[in-house]
Nanobody
Framework: QVHLVESGGGFVPAGGSLRLSCAASGRTATYTMGWFRQAPGKGRQFVASITSSTSTAYYLDSVSGRFTMSRDDDKNIVYLQMNSLEPDDTAVYYC?????????????????WGQGTRVTVSS
């Protein structure tokens, strides 16, 4: 069982930066980790994922070059550094974990989820 807790959300003007953190209760070194987001009135959307063995990260096209996902397996924490934020990035951001080393963008593949942290970007 893995328990995930996100932090770092907040209110930021367009062009600003935030760093989200996701702390896991159990050891997640063998898990692929993901970040998803849900904007008001919309479904949950894949944002980024990082594999376990090589820490290779994959991104939604619209955040590629602005967001960076990383992991610290000694601390069981994953991060999402978000730069050049845009109003369209406004959403609740969720951390997720899936057993195994295979990247995936579908939320149904992820077994564990955090409660989310809200990010609001003003125009």
């Amino acid at each position: 069982q893995v328990h995930l807790v996100e932090s770092g959300g907040g209110f930021v003007p367009a062009g600003g930066s935030l760093r989200l953190s996701c702390a896991a209760s159990g050891r997640t070194a063998t898990y692929t980790m993901g970040w998803f987001r849900q904007a008001p009135g919309k479904g949950r959307q894949f944002v980024a994922s990082i594999t376990s063995s090589t820490s290779t990260a994959y991104y939604l096209d619209s955040v590629s070059g602005r967001f960076t996902m990383s992991r610290d397996d000694d601390k069981n924490i994953v991060y999402l550094q978000m730069n050049s934020l845009e109003p369209d990035d406004t959403a609740v951001y969720y951390c997720a974990a899936k057993n195994g080393d295979e990247y995936h963008y579908l939320e149904v593949k992820y077994e564990y989820w955090g409660q989310g942290t809200r990010v609001t970007v003003s125009s």
